[in-house]
Nanobody, 123 residues
Framework: QVQLTEFGGGSVQAGGSLRLSCVAY????????MGWFRQAPGKEREGVAA????????YYADSVKGRFTISQDNAKNTLYLQMNSLKLEDTATYYC????????????????WGRGTQVIVSS
């Protein structure tokens, strides 16, 4: 089984940057895709970015394309989300997730989830 823990949440002014980290614990062969998701108050959980653990082109939600970058460090078993040019609309709880298949940006397709980390963007 895989356990995930997010780090790096906090408060930042609009236009600023923040980097989130997700450390995965467990069998490295048990996951194939990993992603970042977010949920703002009163809204549905949505996919932000996803990547295959074996590499390849990542997926991005249109709302973050060009501003966010997902990456991974296999040596550290860590997933990252670099968030630049942050907007007020980016305020949400961000979750790291992993799946044994291709989950893409669909939250319901992911099996393993972290507890989330809060990101607050102010102006």
């Amino acid at each position: 089984q895989v356990q995930l823990t997010e780090f790096g949440g906090g408060s930042v002014q609009a236009g600023g940057s923040l980097r989130l980290s997700c450390v995965a614990y467990g069998n490295p062969y048990s996951t194939y895709s990993m992603g970042w998701f977010r949920q703002a108050p009163g809204k549905e959980r949505e996919g932000v970015a996803a990547i295959y653990t074996t590499g390849g082109s990542p997926y991005y939600a249109d709302s973050v394309k060009g501003r966010f970058t997902i990456s991974q460090d296999n040596a550290k078993n860590t997933l990252y989300l670099q968030m630049n040019s942050l907007k007020l609309e980016d305020t949400a709880t961000y979750y790291c997730a992993a799946d044994e298949r291709n989950g893409g940006l669909a939250p319901r397709a992911y099996k393993y989830w972290g507890r989330g980390t809060q990101v607050i963007v102010s102006s």
